[in-house]
Nanobody
Framework: QVQLVESGGGLVQPGGSLRLSCVAS????????WDWYRQAPGKQRETVAT???????NYADSVKGRFTIPRDNAKNTVYLQMNSLKPEDTAVYYC???????????WGQGTQVTVSS
């Protein structure tokens, strides 16, 4: 069973930056597409950013130009670099892979990001 551990969240002022990390316990990390998701209170989970095994990326319109999703296959880690943060970015952030979701792999605990002055 693959385990996902997200970290790096916290409280940040509007306009600030954070870098989230997600470590996955799988020996074939490099072949997966990885997504970052977020869920704000009272809202559905949404996909924020995607990176394929080939390094292609895609972003939700709400974060385009502010967030990036690099990956380090040697460290089994996918990151979410978040710049110019806004209060509406406040949410619990999770990482996962669509292939693993299809196999009913568990979600991690997520990491809370709060953007507030």
């Amino acid at each position: 069973q693959v385990q996902l551990v997200e970290s790096g969240g916290g409280l940040v002022q509007p306009g600030g930056s954070l870098r989230l990390s997600c470590v996955a316990s799988t020996s074939i990390f490099s072949i997966y597409t990885w997504d970052w998701y977020r869920q704000a209170p009272g809202k559905q989970r949404e996909t924020v950013a995607t990176i394929t095994s080939g390094g292609n990326t895609n972003y939700a319109d709400s974060v385009k130009g502010r967030f990036t999703i690099p990956r380090d296959n040697a460290k089994n880690t996918v990151y979410l670099q978040m710049n110019s943060l806004k209060p509406e970015d406040t949410a619990v952030y999770y990482c996962h892979s669509p292939v693993l979701i299809a196999t009913h792999a568990s979600w991690g605990q997520g990491t809370q990001v709060t953007v507030s002055s």
